[in-house]
């Protein structure tokens, strides 16, 4: 050991342990350090006999690489490489990783920390261990909110858990910069590789065979053989030129010979797919003669020899697809940004291919990423390089060497399979390719095989480029209106079959297919002519995603046009159908009342099953019209035409029993809902079950019968997971959010609503399913008071609904929202819309509208607006009304021993806190017996229930809220009374 002053002059002496004055500062300490590389342990004497260990460190050599979920981080270079650019992290992060790490996971303590990686005292009270595991928690952890690997634990301090120390081979810094999303590829790569053995890297082309390949040689230093211009014949001949042989002889003994001697033994065979059995000679002879030998091949194709290991390569995900052009993007613009959705679109246009990204991002300069992401609509002009000489120049240059290779049904194969806008089932491709099953088959698989074709969960589409690449090809073959009529009649079968089971014992699974072939079946429509024959058979397969997720209006669009080229009356039923539903549900008023005069009419030509479809349409082209006696008589000659006991018994009976409930008729709706429920059950449908176990939900809630509601939700539940309907698992969310919050457990009630309004913000972004759950979740927050986030809800609900039929829905939450916050002049203009609605909720809107009136001191419109009212509300509001005015008119005229007065002394006297006495409830009571059941006398019995804590909505709504919001009212009505 060696004493050692900060001020000394460099020292030869190699130390085993050095000790410092505790004066130096933290620079000082640090230089000490780096004086004494070697010593086992650096230590700090205080001049007290205290020695402070703070930098004490074992000499060891830091591990090369460790391997966290998301990153490697190299400890020499500190240098931490993630899916985006490489992070650096200081000398103080790195050494508290380092430290935690030799702990092998053990609880590490703040003081241990401090002395260990800081020099100070492990009492001493500083924040700055936890910023920089905060700093350290945001380059190494995927969600530093969450950390997985760098944990707090409570009152003792940290600990690092889940580190792996990859091969020194696998973690050199050089060998993985650029290779963005790709390091879990090398790693598989390295591990392949192995004497006596071909690696073969296959996958499409630009997507970064040979950059992988790249990484690879650098790392091992192995023999590169560019093969891209050597035609089969020359293949030996350019592995000799690439093992630098003197002598003319490129026999395999040769080769093999001449592999064997350099170290390692490793052959990168790159751009290979051209040479078909000639490279297979190639990497079996060098095999067979070097059995020590490693080869690497990239290729479209793989050899499919015995010693084979694959290594396939897939397009970049979204994350590090974003990281890769922003990094490219970058490196010309500096300052070059973009939102996350933007570049995560532009990724997704180009399918995820390096290449495609690495071209797209050479437009930084010229472009936003906006811009970039709609000249992208036109990749064959914008993916093109600025260098030339290369196969590799352009996407399309690309894809034109690999269509050369293919046979010529494989070329017409790839060229139909085109007309798909997105990926596909393999009954699709085949249907679309056509010709015989099995030389179909042949034809996938050898496009597969070439990477010209891609597959994933199984699905198969080209990728970008070869689209288009193969759509120009299907033009100029004059096959298009060919190919495009077999994809219109595939999908019209698979709407159809998927339609058909949704309301059968087999509904299992049609709601995730449904949403996969959403965009080819929207291409579809689109269509024209090719698609008439089917139009309705795949509008009506659209339908039961607008249901769900609200219907896009380019959809809606789509299915209108179709309406120029169908002529099929049942076929033109079943789009009209389509187009009821979704114009009522989402796009506003015009179009509706047409299509349904037309249904009404085709409905006559139809069998009694297809007009019980038609008339359930004419019913929500109604509804959504507010016309409630126009959708009760389609609705009554649905019923009356459906077959008896069929899923549209049911349908209708459901629809008949929201239409009731609707309109405020709830002792009409629950028997037709429990009909429908037991309907549903006999033919054993899924689906059906949970749509009629939803509205008898909905009436149970309404009814107050929470528990009840619960256990329905929970049946629902386990129908949609079953189906694989998550909309359907949102929706229960929103039913049990709404059931939770109006009795009084609020905080999970919202937790069911927050979900709900995710759900919909993510699949049914502005749509009218999003409104809904909008509006839910308000009515959620006003139960929890927070009025505030109430009326934001409310105001966004109403936005998405604007124009539409369902505008006053927003508009009716929002008055109410307002009115919490005493915003008496919004609230009054949200109430306008709801009061000439012929909604169930027309009634409350009057009784709403007179509470409104009752708050702006205006008793006169509020009794106008009661008039003809028979909701259970109105008496007792209207003696509230009647008796305010008549107080405002002239003096003397009230008693104050009748019923209202009296009524008006509890009220007052609940308002300012004190306690309503026996007396006074004893004289309201008889009071309110002596009289015949008057407008007075309920006045006084709600006045009673809310004295005695009745917390039924009618009490709470009409004088409870109400009685809250008028101080200034009460006062001046109560001081009136007591002058009289």
């Given at each position: 050991?060696v004493?050692?002053?900060p001020s000394?002059e460099?020292?030869?002496?190699v130390?085993d342990?050095?000790v410092?004055?505790a004066?130096a500062s ?7 350090v ?6 086992r ?6 001049d ?5 260990r703070?930098l ?17 981080i190299?400890?020499r ?7 985006t650019?490489?992070?650096t992290?200081?000398?103080k992060e ?8 030799s702990?092998?996971g053990?609880?590490v303590?703040?003081g241990?920390?401090?002395q260990n990686v800081?020099?100070?005292r492990?009492?001493?009270v500083?924040?700055?261990?936890d910023?920089?595991?905060?700093r350290l ?6 969600d530093?909110?969450?950390?997985e690997?760098l944990?707090?634990?409570r ?19 050089d060998v993985?910069q ?5 390091v879990?590829?090398f790693d598989?790569?390295l591990?392949?590789?192995?004497p006596?053995?071909v690696?073969?890297?296959?996958g ?7 950059t992988?390949a790249?990484?690879l ?6 023999v590169?053989?560019?093969?891209i211009s050597?035609q089969p014949?020359?293949v030996q ?5 690439a093992?630098?042989?003197?002598t ?12 064997v001697?350099r170290?390692?033994?490793l ?6 797919e051209?040479l078909?059995?000639?490279l297979?000679?190639l990497v079996?002879g ?8 490693s080869?690497?091949?990239?290729s479209?194709t ?14 970049l995900?979204?994350?590090p697809g ?10 010309q613009?500096?300052?070059y940004d973009?939102p996350?959705?933007?570049v995560?679109a532009?990724?997704q246009?180009?399918g995820g291919l390096?290449?495609?990204?690495e071209?797209?991002?050479s437009?930084a ?15 064959q002009g ?11 120049a352009?996407?399309r240059?690309?894809v034109q060497?690999?269509?050369?290779l293919?046979?010529a ?6 060229a139909?399979?085109s007309?798909f806008p997105?990926?596909?089932p ?10 015989d099953v099995g030389?179909?088959?042949a034809?996938i698989?050898?496009l597969l095989?070439?990477?010209l074709l891609?597959?994933r969960d ?6 970008v480029g070869?689209r288009?690449f193969?759509a120009d090809a299907?033009a100029?073959?004059g096959e298009?209106?060919?190919t495009e009529e ?8 698979k709407a159809r079959?998927l339609t058909?089971?949704?309301h ?6 049609v709601?995730?297919?449904?949403r996969r072939e959403?965009?080819t079946?929207?291409?579809?429509l689109?269509l ?5 024959a089917v139009s309705?058979d795949?509008?009506?397969?659209l339908v039961i ?8 209006r380019?959809?809606?669009?789509a299915?209108?046009r179709c309406?120029?080229t ?6 033109r039923a ?6 009821c539903?979704?114009?009522s549900?989402a796009?506003?008023?015009?179009p509706v009342?047409?299509l349904?005069?037309?249904l009404r009419?085709l ?9 019980a479809h038609?008339w ?8 959504g019209?507010?016309d ?6 389609a609705l ?7 077959p008896?006991g069929?899923?549209?018994e049911?349908?209708?009976t ?7 409930f ?5 002792e009409?709706?629950r ?9 549903a059950r ?11 176990s939803?509205?008898?939900a909905?009436?149970?809630?309404h009814?107050?019968r929470?528990?009840a ?5 929970r ?10 309907l998550?909309?359907g698992?949102a929706t ?13 457990r609020?905080?999970e ?6 979900r709900?309004v995710r759900y919909?913000?993510i699949?049914?972004?502005?749509s009218?399913?999003e409104a809904?759950a909008?509006?839910?979740r308000a009515l959620?927050?006003r139960?929890a008071?927070?009025?505030r986030?109430?009326?934001d ?7 998405r609904?604007?124009g539409?039929r369902?505008?006053w829905?927003?508009?009716w ?6 009115f919490?916050?005493?915003a008496?002049?919004e609230?009054e203009?949200a ?5 000439q ?11 709403f ?6 708050a702006a ?6 009794l106008q607006?009661?008039?003809g009212?028979d909701h259970?509300?109105?008496a007792?509001?209207?003696a ?7 107080a ?8 104050p021993?009748?019923?209202p007065a ?5 009220l007052?006297?609940?308002l300012v806190?004190?306690?309503v ?6 004289a309201?009571?008889a009071?309110?017996?002596e ?7 309920e ?5 009673i229930?809310?004295?005695r804590?009745?917390e039924?909505e009618p009490?709470?709504?009409?004088l409870?809220?109400l009685a809250?919001?008028l101080?200034r009212?009460?006062h001046?009505?109560?001081g009136?009374?007591?002058g009289e």
């Amino acid at each position: 050991m060696v004493a050692f002053d900060p001020s000394d002059e460099a020292t030869s002496v190699v130390p085993d342990a050095v000790v410092v004055n505790a004066r130096a500062s933290v620079q000082q300490r640090q230089q000490v350090v780096g004086r004494f590389p070697a010593a086992r342990e650096i230590v700090f004497d205080d001049d007290e006999g205290h020695v402070l260990r703070e930098l004490t460190r074992q000499r060891a050599e830091p591990s090369p690489a460790i391997v966290l979920t998301g990153c490697r981080i190299d400890l020499r270079t500190r240098t931490v490489f993630r899916l985006t650019e490489p992070l650096t992290l200081t000398e103080k992060e790195a050494s508290l990783f380092q430290w935690l790490l030799s702990k092998d996971g053990a609880v590490v303590s703040r003081g241990e920390l401090l002395q260990n990686v800081w020099g100070y005292r492990p009492e001493m009270v500083t924040r700055v261990v936890d910023v920089t595991v905060a700093r350290l928690r945001e380059k190494i952890e995927r969600d530093p909110s969450e950390p997985e690997h760098l944990l707090t634990v409570r009152g003792e301090g940290y600990r690092l858990v889940g580190p792996q120390r990859p091969s020194q081979t696998s973690s050199n810094a050089d060998v993985l910069q650029g290779l963005f999303g790709r390091v879990d590829d090398f790693d598989r790569l390295l591990g392949e590789v192995a004497p006596g053995r071909v690696v073969s890297v296959v996958g499409p082309g630009g997507v970064g065979k040979t950059t992988l390949a790249r990484a690879l040689c650098r790392q091992r230093g192995a023999v590169w053989v560019d093969l891209i211009s050597v035609q089969p014949a020359g293949v030996q001949a350019a592995v000799a030129q690439a093992l630098e042989l003197a002598t003319p002889d490129t026999s395999l003994q040769t080769l093999a010979e001449a592999l064997v001697r350099r170290t390692p033994s490793l052959m990168v065979l790159d751009n290979a797919e051209h040479l078909g059995d000639a490279l297979t000679r190639l990497v079996k002879g060098l095999l067979e003669h070097a059995p020590q030998c490693s080869l690497v091949t990239t290729s479209r194709t793989q050899l499919r020899t015995s010693v084979e290991r694959v290594v396939r390569l897939e397009p970049l995900a979204a994350e590090p697809g974003r990281a890769l052009f922003l990094a490219l993007a970058r490196a010309q613009v500096e300052s070059y940004d973009a939102p996350p959705e933007v570049v995560d679109a532009i990724v997704q246009r180009v399918g995820g291919l390096p290449l495609a990204i690495e071209l797209a991002a050479s437009r930084a300069r010229l472009l936003p990423a906006e811009q970039l992401l709609q000249r992208l609509s036109d990749p064959q002009g914008w993916l093109q390089s600025t260098q030339t000489g290369s196969r590799q120049a352009s996407l399309r240059e690309l894809v034109q060497w690999s269509w050369d290779l293919l046979t010529a049904d494989e070329q017409q194969a790839l060229a139909r399979i085109s007309v798909f806008p997105s990926s596909a089932p393999l009954d699709g491709i085949e249907a679309v390719v056509g010709g015989d099953v099995g030389a179909a088959s042949a034809w996938i698989d050898g496009l597969l095989d070439s990477g010209l074709l891609t597959a994933r969960d199984g699905r198969i589409e080209p990728p970008v480029g070869v689209r288009d690449f193969a759509a120009d090809a299907l033009a100029a073959s004059g096959e298009r209106a060919h190919t495009e009529e077999r994809l219109a009649q595939w999908c019209g079968a698979k709407a159809r079959d998927l339609t058909a089971r949704l309301h059968s014992a087999e509904s299992q699974g049609v709601f995730p297919q449904l949403r996969r072939e959403r965009t080819t079946l929207v291409h579809a429509l689109q269509l024209g002519e090719a698609c008439a024959a089917v139009s309705g058979d795949i509008a009506c397969g659209l339908v039961i995603l607008w249901g769900r997720n609200g219907a896009p209006r380019q959809e809606l669009q789509a299915a209108w046009r179709c309406l120029d080229t169908t002529t099929d009356p049942l076929q033109r039923a079943r789009l009209l159908r389509a187009l009821c539903w979704g114009w009522s549900e989402a796009a506003g008023i015009d179009p509706v009342d047409q299509l349904a005069d037309e249904l009404r009419a085709l409905a006559q030509q139809l069998s009694p099953a297809d007009a019980a479809h038609a008339w359930v349409g004419v019913s929500w082209a109604a509804a959504g019209a507010t016309d409630i006696d126009a959708a009760r008589a389609a609705l009554t000659t649905a019923l009356e035409v459906a077959p008896p006991g069929s899923d549209m018994e049911v349908i209708a009976t459901l629809s008949m029993a929201r239409l009731e409930f609707g309109a405020g008729n709830v002792e009409e709706a629950r028997p037709l809902a429990e009909r429908a429920l037991t309907l549903a059950r006999r033919l054993d449908t899924g689906l059906l079950v949970a749509w009629a176990s939803s509205v008898k939900a909905m009436l149970l809630s309404h009814l107050g019968r929470t528990e009840a509601t619960l256990a329905m939700c929970r049946q629902m539940a386990e129908i949609y997971r079953a189906n694989g309907l998550d909309s359907g698992l949102a929706t229960v969310d929103g039913m049990i959010g709404r059931a939770l919050v109006t009795t009084q457990r609020v905080e999970e009630g919202l937790t069911h609503l927050d979900r709900y309004v995710r759900y919909t913000a993510i699949h049914a972004p502005r749509s009218a399913v999003e409104a809904e759950a909008l509006r839910t979740r308000a009515l959620g927050r006003r139960h929890a008071g927070r009025f505030r986030d109430a009326v934001d809800d409310a105001l966004r609900a109403d936005e998405r609904l604007a124009g539409t039929r369902q505008g006053w829905m927003a508009q009716w939450t929002l008055s109410r929202c307002w009115f919490e916050l005493d915003a008496l002049t919004e609230a009054e203009e949200a109430m306008q819309l709801c009061l000439q609605t012929q909604h169930r909720y027309a009634a409350d809107a009057q009784i709403f509208g007179a509470v409104l009136a009752l708050a702006a001191e205006d008793p006169g419109t509020g009794l106008q607006r009661l008039e003809g009212s028979d909701h259970p509300e109105a008496a007792p509001l209207r003696a509230l009304c009647a008796w305010m005015a008549k107080a405002e008119a002239s003096a003397g005229a009230t008693p104050p021993t009748s019923a209202p007065a009296l009524a008006w002394h509890v009220l007052h006297t609940m308002l300012v806190g004190e306690t309503v006495t026996d007396e006074q409830l004893a004289a309201l009571t008889a009071q309110r017996t002596e009289q015949q059941p008057t407008d007075e006398a309920e006045l006084a019995l709600v006045v009673i229930q809310l004295a005695r804590g009745d917390e039924s909505e009618p009490a709470q709504f009409a004088l409870g809220r109400l009685a809250q919001r008028l101080h200034r009212v009460v006062h001046a009505a109560v001081g009136r009374a007591d002058g009289e």
